[in-house]
Structure formats: C-alpha cells, structure tokens
C-alpha cells in the first residue's frame, strides 16, 4: 500500500490543533487558526456532540461511538461531569484519538496512536479496532483521568 498519496496529519499536529482550538490565547496572532469565534464555536460544538444530538440512529451509533478515550468499551455515556471535545480516526489497522477533556476544575488534552493489526496486512479490513484499541483506549483515559484527579 503506497501511502504517500492518503490523507497524512500527524498526532503532534492534531495536538497542536486541538490546542489552537481551545487556548488561542496562549498563541500569538500569526499562529493562532484564521476562523471567527461563530466557527470556533461551532466546531467545538461539533466536537463534543454524540451521535445521537446529530441524529443518527441510537442502535447503530452508540453514545461512545466516536468516544474512544474513558467510554469507549461502553454503549451508553451516563455522565455529564466529564465533557469530551474530540476527532477521532481509524484506517488500514491504525486508531487515533485527539481530545480535550473537560471535569470539575480539571481539564486535559489527551493524543494517542495505536496499531492495531496483529496479522500485519494493509486493507483486508481485519483490524482489532473494537477488541484491542477501543478498550485499551478506554482504559488509558480512565487511568489518566484517576492519576490527575489523585493530584
């Protein structure tokens, strides 16, 4: 598979967006994203909606369908103390994950990559998304949240 030619945005730079998103204060002006704040607002809103605000069938897209980190080895998001602004992507064995979550008094961005194609084969869509990467991802985001709230 000749990769050269697919869509290419590394995690450090989904990072990064994810930080000129939330905190353009912290950048200067000729670094900070060419959007209004009605964009802005917009995209965080689109960020932070589950599937079922948007309209898609409840069945098929579960509330942590595209909410790896913390909920994604459950169906249901029964809480609203945590807050999830985040993109998500998977192809060719490979799951990521970009969010800026938001609880109590704490907020974080987590970023993480995970390959997960044990038989090593590029577009025979066998890929252990949901039963290696989705619940590892899960998990990490619980840990990480339980080690900043232990702080």
Do not use: C, W
Request: hydrophobic share 35%.
């Amino acid at each position: 598979m000749d990769f050269s030619r697919k869509n290419y945005l590394p995690i450090n730079e989904l990072h990064h967006l994810i930080k000129l998103v939330f905190f353009p204060e912290k950048f200067k002006n000729k670094n900070k994203l060419k959007l209004e704040e009605n964009q802005i607002e917009f995209l965080k809103h689109s960020m932070s909606i589950l599937p079922k605000d948007a309209g898609y069938d409840r069945e098929k897209y579960f509330d942590s369908y595209v909410k790896f980190f913390i909920y994604g080895d459950k169906k249901e998001i029964n809480s609203d103390k945590i807050k999830i602004f985040n993109k998500v992507g998977n192809a060719y064995g490979y799951l990521t994950e970009v969010a800026y979550v938001q609880m109590d008094n704490i907020s974080i961005i987590l970023s993480a990559t995970i390959k997960v194609n044990n038989n090593r084969i590029y577009n025979d869509d066998v890929y252990e998304y949901d039963s290696i990467g989705i619940p590892f991802f899960a998990e990490l985001g619980r840990e990480i949240i339980r080690i900043v709230q232990s702080k």
